[in-house]
């Protein structure tokens, strides 16, 4: 703590001492804070000199801080997926969570969102035709359960090649969405045929001068990737009190994520 001059007035080695302490950097409006984990999405800031216009500025404080980065996520299946009729909307499965920061997989086939915000879902698909004739495959996004407007990417789908050789198409789109924080999306699926099918291929083991060795292939991959916060930064000052602030910041599962902060005024 710096020295503090009586509110009556101090001597002038008293007001020399705040003076440079002052034109050097050294007051008493700064402290630390450590955001909640448990992938909390807002933290309290509890410190007797904050009012309701007190202005707080928020720096990084620690190396986890330092390196805080924004929502993503990876996901993939693979095991194949049949649809068990044309007359209903099946359902993309996905198994593995390849990558996740505050978007997270559940119910092996819903995406959720811990952080709102503008987001790109991308979609990859491994489709196969097992029938004579031309099919069409449609795919859409639904948002908490309904179909959302305008999202559907329709697919044409060669005849297969041969007798146990099907045509395979690789069906991919990348939407962005405005996602609200417990939002989830789920991608729905309706094939022309039933012999219309989302397939997985093993790894291909190398053949000296007939094939190098050729990496396992998933059935889907989905991505998500967050393209635009709601605030200049991450992590802000939402409300604020006499005595505590609101920090409201991506949801944070990191230890040790220290913010400096400045108080003026």
Request: charged content about 15%.
């Amino acid at each position: 703590m710096f020295r503090v001059l009586p509110y009556a007035g101090g001597t002038p080695r008293q007001i020399s001492e705040v003076v440079n302490n002052l034109i050097n950097g050294k007051s008493n409006n700064t402290g630390t804070v450590t955001l909640a984990t448990g992938n909390a999405t807002s933290t309290t800031l509890y410190d007797e000199r904050i009012s309701p216009e007190t202005k707080i500025v928020l720096i990084p404080f620690s190396d986890a801080a330092e390196a805080d980065s924004v929502p993503y996520a990876q996901f993939s299946d693979y095991n194949d997926q049949t649809a068990t009729t044309i007359g209903l909307e099946s359902i993309l499965g996905l198994d593995t969570q390849d990558l996740s920061n505050g978007v997270y997989l559940s119910n092996g086939d819903r995406i959720n969102f811990r952080n709102a915000g503008k987001y790109a879902i991308q979609f990859s698909i491994q489709v196969v035709n097992t029938t004579n004739d031309t099919q069409s495959l449609d795919i859409w996004f639904k948002k908490n359960g309904s179909n959302v407007a305008k999202s559907n990417s329709k697919f044409g789908i060669k005849q297969r090649k041969s007798s146990g050789q099907p045509s395979q198409l690789i069906a991919a789109t990348m939407v962005f969405f405005d996602v609200a924080a417990g939002d989830y999306y789920q991608l729905a699926w309706r094939p022309t045929s039933t012999d219309v099918s989302f397939e997985h291929f093993s790894a291909v083991t190398a053949s000296a001068g007939v094939t190098p060795a050729i990496p396992e292939t998933p059935t889907a991959f989905v991505t998500v990737q967050f393209i635009a916060p709601y605030a200049y930064s991450n992590v802000y000052v939402s409300s604020q009190t006499f005595g505590e602030a609101t920090i409201t910041h991506f949801s944070n599962d990191t230890a040790d994520k220290t913010y400096a902060y400045i108080l003026v005024g």
